[in-house]
């Protein structure tokens, strides 16, 4: 970790550095490339590339789940080395890495975790903190859908509420977050829970494949 990029922040009139990114997200992440990387072909590895703003991790092999389903779908290529690293403690329960990963970039307010596959690799990008205003529409799209498909795996939904925390806006953005909002369901990621009806004030939303 003292390779990473830092940031120095102010916490109680002191001082410190902090990692651009927490070590739960390295982590997670590193162990999913190990776990999930394709040993057939030669020549080719896990890698991890450092940048002043962002960190790139990839492995080889295209993914054997689609990248838009990690955060509720695990079906691991190398089973045996995720048990043990699991024993090891290098990574946690079974299809728990990438919802740790949203997790935690969610609590430090990073831009969302772009996740990509082809050329016979699959790529991770993230990237260090970053306000509301700084994102492009592409990462609040992203944002909200890795959001709302977080609450659906931990048995929540998402609201206008929970994406204003999640952006940590004051809840006189919520017609910003609202547009954001309209911008997913158009990209068809999300969609409105229609059990609650069509109250505005009532209203949450579910992933696509919900």
């Known amino acids: 970790m003292e390779h990473m990029p830092r940031k120095e922040v102010v916490e109680n009139a002191l001082r410190r550095e902090r990692t ?16 999930h990387q394709d040993l057939i072909p030669t020549g080719v590895s896990p890698m991890i590339e450092i940048y002043s703003d962002r960190i790139e991790i990839s492995n080889p092999g295209e993914p054997i789940v689609s990248t838009d389903r990690f955060i509720d779908g ?22 728990s890495g990438i919802d740790r990963v949203i997790t935690a970039a969610e609590e430090s307010q990073l831009s969302a975790p772009d996740i990509r596959s082809g050329a016979d690799r ?3 990008i993230i990237f260090g903190p970053r306000q509301f205003s700084e994102m492009s529409p592409d990462e609040r799209i992203r944002a909200t859908y890795q959001h709302c498909a977080l609450k659906y795996v931990v048995r929540d939904h998402m609201t206008n509420q929970t994406l204003r925390l999640r952006f940590h806006l004051p809840d006189g953005k919520t017609s910003a977050v609202s547009q954001v909002i309209s911008a997913t369901i158009d990209a068809g990621l999300i969609k409105p829970d229609t059990r609650v009806g069509e109250s505005k004030k009532y209203a949450r939303y579910l992933p696509y494949w919900a």
Do not use: H, W
């Open 20 to 35: 651009l990114v927490p070590e739960i997200v390295i982590r997670e992440l590193v162990a999913n490339a190990l776990v």
């Open 122 to 124: 699959t790529d991770v």
């Open 74 to 95: 695990y079906r691991s290529r190398n089973e045996q080395m995720a048990e043990l690293m699991r024993l090891f403690g290098i990574c946690e329960e079974k299809g």
